[in-house]
């Protein structure tokens, strides 16, 4: 006499449907919390990674002066005089130049060579800010630290 009423406590397909869809959603304080991990993640990995890119150009324009630096000594042995960049990148009579093109730094600006004392000289780049004499030039010397 009692029976239960089936049709009332009996839940249909898309009820079912329905509820499986908002149980497979992200809940906002979930989204949070892996907005919050990537920004500390962020954080701590951004900074090394702009550093990097400076001390790569610092390590290539480096890299740069001594090689100018040991093709200008070639040219010293060979013509008894410290050349210029120009005299580098000029063919000789066989058609051959100790360097291919005048070399620019990692920031655009020449490379220079300076003579420093009587017949000693230096290749050096201005660094970051293009004016000679800063602290930031980095010169073919090997610097002592």
Same mark, same amino acid.
């Given at each position: 006499?009692?029976?239960?009423?089936?049709?009332?406590? =009996? /839940? &249909?397909?898309?009820?079912? $449907?329905?509820?499986? +869809?908002?149980?497979?959603?992200?809940?906002?304080?979930? *989204?949070?919390?892996?907005?919050?991990?990537?920004?500390?993640?962020?954080?701590?990995?951004?900074?090394?990674?702009?550093?990097?890119?400076?001390?790569?150009?610092?390590?290539? =324009? /480096? &890299?740069?002066?001594?090689? $100018?630096?040991?093709? +200008?000594?070639?040219?010293?042995?060979?013509?008894?005089? *410290?050349?210029?960049?120009?005299?580098l990148?000029?063919?000789?009579?066989?058609?051959?130049?100790?360097?291919?093109?005048?070399?620019?730094?990692?920031?655009?600006?020449?490379?220079?060579?300076?003579?420093?004392?009587?017949?000693?000289?230096?290749?050096?780049?201005?660094?970051?800010?293009?004016?000679?004499?800063t602290?930031?030039?980095?010169?073919?010397?090997?610097?002592?630290?």
């Open positions: 006499m009692n029976e239960p009423n089936y049709c009332a406590t =009996a /839940r &249909t397909s898309s009820d079912r $449907i329905a509820e499986h +869809a908002r149980q497979q959603g992200f809940t906002l304080v979930e *989204i949070m919390v892996v907005i919050v991990i990537l920004g500390l993640l962020a954080t701590m990995v951004v900074p090394n990674v702009i550093g990097a890119s400076d001390e790569a150009k610092i390590q290539k =324009a /480096r &890299t740069d002066c001594t090689a $100018i630096f040991n093709q +200008a000594k070639l040219f010293r042995v060979k013509n008894g005089k *410290i050349p210029s960049m120009e005299e990148t000029t063919p000789d009579e066989k058609g051959q130049a100790y360097l291919e093109n005048v070399m620019t730094d990692p920031w655009d600006h020449e490379y220079m060579i300076r003579e420093t004392d009587r017949n000693q000289f230096e290749v050096l780049s201005m660094g970051p800010d293009g004016s000679e004499g602290e930031d030039d980095i010169s073919s010397k090997l610097e002592k630290k």
